[in-house]
């Protein structure tokens, strides 16, 4: 049976070209809103934020699945999230993930144990969709930072991480760090090992909570960081109203999703520049992608590869 909706021509055109979940659900609303014009006028809304975050998602694809390392020497980015257990560390890489395969996949383990004692260092290569080619860029994950000292990930294992010198799939311990004499410790990793930006990870919505334990933890990291001369991120996960930020010519990144003061407080306390601090919203107990999601997803990791590309300029 025929489906007849208020839509116009025009609208009903542009919402075919949609994903099927977006397109299904907004022609039946549209269908039964009879005597609700204004759930129709907020569909409408909704759709016009579709509309736009495609319009920069398939170029974002488009760029992100040319990208090259700036450098031959180097064949692919390795960018390291750190944070506390819950933070949205694993839910990035899941999100990365999911955009470039074409459904959303749940291959990083989620966790919001605060108090766990056992994980693996994972490094996870980006696979563009189910049978295409490995992009140049890995996206690594551990143990979650706790404030507590014998808890999460141990800050001895940093530098190591840092380096390059910590194996795929090695079981961390909060108390033990990996050392030299471990059989599987990598003695000579090549520059391509090493991670070349770290990006600290951060749930908005908590950013006013963190302890000074906390904060001494992140200063503590921040210092391995810096030792290592390593290009740093901060991302801020978990936003609730991402759309905001869709405008009619571009992504506008700089709008405040809680307060800009906020904001640059925690930037200024992980010695983070406010120019490299982003805000996303990843997927969690989604089923399907999201062009508005795609979009965020899509310009926070390109943003992360340009930073990496200014630490390749400051190599000697």
């Known amino acids: 049976m025929a489906v007849t909706t208020r839509l116009t021509w025009s609208e009903e055109k542009s919402l075919q070209k949609m994903p099927g979940n977006v397109s299904l659900r907004l022609l039946?609303?549209?269908?039964?809103h009879d005597s609700n014009i204004s759930g129709i006028e907020d569909d409408m809304n909704y759709i016009n934020q579709i509309t736009r975050a495609t319009k920069h998602r398939n170029p974002l694809l488009a760029e992100l699945r040319a990208y090259k390392p700036c450098v031959d020497f180097i064949s692919e980015v390795r960018i390291l999230l750190l944070g506390p257990s819950g933070s949205g560390k694993s839910s990035f890489i899941n999100s990365v993930k999911s955009v470039f395969r074409g459904r959303v996949t749940h291959q990083a383990t989620v966790t919001s144990d605060v108090t766990?004692?056992?994980?693996?260092?994972?490094?996870?290569?980006i696979k563009d969709g189910k049978d295409g080619?490995?992009?140049?860029?890995?996206?690594?994950?551990?143990?979650?930072?706790?404030?507590k000292e014998g808890v999460g990930l141990c800050v001895d294992d940093i530098p190591y991480i840092l380096k390059g010198c910590?194996?795929?799939?090695?079981?961390l311990s909060p108390n033990k760090p990996i050392t030299p004499n471990h059989p599987t410790f990598i003695s000579s990793p090549?520059?391509?090992d090493r991670i070349h930006c770290v990006a600290y990870v951060l749930d908005i919505n908590f950013i006013n909570d963190l302890s000074s334990k906390m904060v001494?933890?992140?200063?503590?990291?921040?210092?391995e960081v810096l030792s290592c001369v390593t290009a740093c991120v901060l991302l801020l996960t978990k936003a609730t109203?991402?759309?905001?930020?869709?405008?009619?010519?571009?992504l506008n990144m700089d709008k405040p999703m809680t307060s800009q003061s906020q904001i640059m407080h925690v930037s200024k306390m992980l010695n983070v520049p406010i120019y490299n601090t982003f805000v996303v919203e990843n997927y969690t107990s989604e089923w399907e992608l999201d062009p508005l999601k795609d979009t965020q997803i899509l310009f926070v990791l390109r943003q992360m590869l340009q930073v990496a590309e200014d630490f390749f300029e400051d190599l000697p």
Not at 166 to 171: A, G, K, T
Request: glycine letters at 4%; proline letters at 5%; aromatic letters at 16%.
């Open 241 to 250: 109203n991402c759309s905001e930020f869709l405008q009619d010519n571009f």
């Open 190 to 192: 090549s520059l391509k």
């Open 28 to 32: 039946y609303k549209s269908s039964v």
């Open 216 to 223: 001494a933890k992140f200063k503590q990291v921040q210092k």
């Open 133 to 147: 080619k490995y992009l140049p860029f890995r996206l690594c994950d551990s143990m979650g930072l706790h404030e």
């Open 116 to 125: 766990s004692i056992t994980g693996q260092y994972r490094i996870y290569p």
């Open 166 to 171: 910590v194996p795929d799939r090695y079981q």
